[in-house]
């Protein structure tokens, strides 16, 4: 029964504020997460920011167009620095995501932690060796390049 970790880190040519406000905002979700995964937030309206207790439902479809719901709970906010979010409800047996944001000269650097453990024992660390781990690769792949897109690029 294996137990993973996954860090990114990213650095943003603006704000600490312009960063904060983006990524505290449950809106943006789906921006920054692919089309493909099929995400769509069920939780109906949501705050305009995030705040600890917030329970958020989703509606993913991570492997083969097969959709799952998702629910994740903010653990933790301390304002334009960090928030954990939890899962709930779930793929995964753990889930644990620290979603981090520091001042750097010309920016900010975004930081992220996904502390995680695969469902099914010995079959979950075999699956997280095909595929789990190319598929978080591939979704923090993609929020870069979204994230590069509003923000520009770091020179």
């Known amino acids: 029964m294996?137990?993973?970790?996954?860090?990114?880190?990213?650095?943003?040519?603006?704000?600490?504020?312009e960063v904060w406000d983006f990524i505290s905002s449950p809106a943006n979700l789906q921006e920054i997460t692919p089309d493909h995964m099929g995400f769509e937030i069920?939780?109906?309206?949501?705050?305009?920011?995030?705040?600890?207790?917030?329970?958020?439902?989703?509606?993913?479809k991570p492997l083969m167009?097969?959709?799952?719901?998702?629910?994740?709970?903010i653990t933790q906010v301390n304002d334009k620095s960090y928030f954990i979010d939890e899962q709930r409800v779930g793929p995964y047996k753990i889930w644990h995501h620290q979603?981090?944001?520091?001042?750097?000269?010309?920016?900010?650097?975004?930081?992220?932690?996904?502390s995680y453990q695969p469902p099914l024992g010995v079959l979950g660390s075999i699956m997280n060796s095909l595929v789990i781990r190319k598929k978080l690769e591939?979704?923090?792949?993609?929020?870069?390049?979204?994230?590069?897109?509003?923000?520009?690029?770091?020179k």
């Open 2 to 17: 294996g137990f993973y970790q996954f860090k990114r880190s990213q650095k943003i040519p603006a704000s600490i504020d």
């Open 42 to 60: 069920t939780s109906g309206e949501l705050p305009e920011k995030m705040y600890p207790g917030m329970i958020i439902s989703y509606i993913v």
């Open 65 to 73: 167009g097969i959709p799952m719901t998702w629910v994740t709970e």
């Open 99 to 114: 979603h981090f944001i520091e001042p750097i000269e010309g920016g900010v650097l975004m930081s992220d932690i996904v």
């Open 138 to 154: 591939e979704i923090f792949d993609y929020r870069v390049e979204a994230v590069n897109k509003r923000f520009g690029t770091f």
